[in-house]
Each structure stands twice: as C-alpha cells, then as structure tokens.
C-alpha cells in the first residue's frame, strides 16, 4: 500500500477520534494541502479501501473533517485553501465520470 494511503488512514482515525495535537494536526493540513493534481488523480483511480469508491473520496472526507475543526477555531483562511482542494478534488471526480 503506498505511503500516502496510509497516511490518509492514519489522518482519518486521528480526527476522527479527536485524540490529535497541534503537530498532528498540522502536519495532517500540510499534507493534504501539498498534494498535486497527480496525486489527487491518482487517488481517483485507485480504490484501496473497498468502502470508497476511490481513494480521492476518502481525501475529500478529511478535508470535511478539517474544515470543521478550523471554521470551530475561526482560521477562514485555512478553510480557504482546503475548500480549494476540495474543488479540485471534485472536478477530477466529476471529469473521470463523464
């Protein structure tokens, strides 16, 4: 399973358990937000976990859970910038359904 997977999986039970520190959350949101259009691409084509159609789905469902966490804090600008990955993300979904 490659590297960014399991990093994803890892992001996914921390947040959603909420046993995270700063750090961790910070390095989950400097992850998330670095990642290129070949990677999320990638993601789309890749179902490594059978719950999701894609491994995107799962990127698209920490984002959520991050925007959550930072509109609580009232960082906007955060939210900003994930809210654009979440765009992204969502239009390769949609051009790789067309």
Same mark, same amino acid.
């Not at 909420?18 to 084509?45: A, H, K, Q, R």
């Not at 719950?51 to 906007?76: C, T, V």
């Given at each position: 399973?490659d ?6 999986l ?11 520190? $700063?750090?961790? !959350? ?5 992850? @998330?937000? #670095? &990642?290129d ?15 999701? $159609?894609?491994? !995107? ?5 920490? @984002?959520? #859970? &991050? ?30 359904m067309?």
């Amino acid at each position: 399973m490659d590297m960014t997977i399991n990093f994803l999986l890892q992001s996914t039970r921390v947040l959603h358990h909420g046993n995270y520190d $700063e750090d961790e !959350l910070v390095m989950i949101y400097n992850f @998330l937000t #670095s &990642l290129d259009s070949d990677i999320l691409n990638d993601y789309n084509n890749t179902c490594t976990i059978l719950s999701y $159609e894609n491994d !995107l789905e799962l990127y698209i469902e920490i @984002l959520k #859970s &991050l925007i959550e966490i930072f509109e609580e804090r009232e960082e906007y600008e955060k939210c900003i910038k994930i809210k654009n990955k979440m765009e992204e993300s969502e239009i390769i979904m949609n051009n790789n359904m067309l």
